[in-house]
């Protein structure tokens, strides 16, 4: 199956959208993204359509990275993988509760409900500042 790159929208509680390519080409920057404001996060294909939709309601928190590695098994020595991270966070009664896509390159999604320490993809990502949220 062919490699596949995907692109992002954020969709904000007024209806808006920030899109990460614009229709003159530039591109936005993830850490472009209002979080403050964002009520759901689109990994879409390059047509535009849905591959994963993140619903942000309540006190959820965004999470969203790419993990790009050359992984020893599974692939040809020496070809780049990229890992596209997304989902969400919320910290309930004092407990960090997540739900985290990993969308791998051949349009496979795999879901776990936290990241695992020490797994070869699903080990945690760091937060900045601006990603946290108590």
Request: contains cysteine.
């Amino acid at each position: 199956m062919a490699r596949q790159t995907f692109t992002w929208k954020a969709i904000y509680t007024d209806g808006s959208v920030l899109a990460e390519y614009m229709p003159d080409g530039s591109k936005h920057s993830q850490w472009d993204i209002d979080r403050a404001r964002l009520k759901q996060f689109v990994l879409c294909k390059h047509d535009g359509s849905p591959v994963v939709a993140v619903h942000l309601d309540g006190q959820k928190r965004l999470i969203y990275r790419l993990r790009h590695a050359v992984p020893f098994t599974g692939l040809r020595a020496g070809t780049n993988e990229t890992v596209y991270i997304v989902g969400w966070q919320e910290t309930r009664r004092g407990v960090n509760v997540q739900m985290v896509c990993f969308v791998f390159e051949d349009g496979h999604v795999e879901v776990v409900d936290r990241f695992r320490e020490g797994h070869p993809w699903f080990y945690p990502v760091q937060f900045r500042a601006e990603e946290k949220r108590e």
